[in-house]
């Protein structure tokens, strides 16, 4: 008759077994089946809700994005990026848009050096949308928390349909119309406020002709 296991070895021995199956079914099992049903039922989400014009990925609707003109120097790390005033511009950023660090400012109510961005933002933007300082809405100046929001108010969106229709020689009527088309209303009918998509709204004003 065989000696039995010590009890140590036993205990090692269930406790492997145990690891596999669970291994088995919470590593490879389950996240096969999550990602087969998303991919059955959601796809475009579970794709991370990608943006395309014209058959190219041009961005995703979950991120916002910076619409700058291009640097006269691209070279040059000090040159400032400028707002292109064809599209309707997101709210500031403290990470650029740029997914890999996202993150809000760490200045507080109290520091100058909020105060003087909020009031250089306020003045820049009044200058580049030819609106009233005063009626610049407060999105338009502050950043989000993550820096990554693609959306802004229905305020801010109206405030750029001149220039946008200017510059693309559109009417008013037809940028203003698309600012509605594009307008969300409110997380379950009572969080937030309304806010349109600023990826979403591009895209769109992209495809006038």
């Given amino acids: 008759m065989s000696k039995p296991l010590p009890a140590s070895v036993r205990t090692h021995w269930t406790a492997l077994r145990l690891l596999l199956v669970m291994t088995a ?31 190219k990925e041009v961005g995703s609707s979950l991120l916002g994005q910076n619409f700058n003109l291009p640097k006269k120097n691209p070279d040059d790390p000090n040159e400032q990026a400028q707002p292109d005033p064809r599209w309707f511009q997101p709210r500031p950023s403290a990470a650029k848009y740029d997914p890999h660090g996202s993150a809000a400012g760490n200045l ?3 520091s100058d050096d909020l105060l003087k961005a909020v ?10 949308d030819g609106v009233d300082p005063a009626t610049v809405p407060v ?5 989000s928390g993550s820096g990554l929001d693609p959306h802004i108010s229905a305020a801010y969106a109206k405030e750029q349909v001149a220039r946008v229709a200017k510059t693309r020689n559109l009417s008013a009527d037809t940028v203003d119309q698309l600012v509605d088309k594009y307008t969300e209303g409110r997380s379950l009918g009572f969080l937030g406020q309304a806010g349109v998509n600023v990826v979403l709204l591009n895209k769109a004003l992209s495809e006038q002709r």
Avoid: E
């Fill in 25 to 55: 079914i919470l590593g490879i099992a389950y996240p096969l089946l999550v990602t087969g049903l998303s991919q059955l039922a959601f796809a475009d989400k579970a794709n991370g809700s990608i943006v395309t014009s014209d058959g």
């Fill in 108 to 110: 507080g109510p109290n």
């Fill in 119 to 128: 009031n250089d933002n306020r003045a820049a933007i009044a200058a580049f």
């Fill in 139 to 143: 999105d338009a100046i502050t950043a």
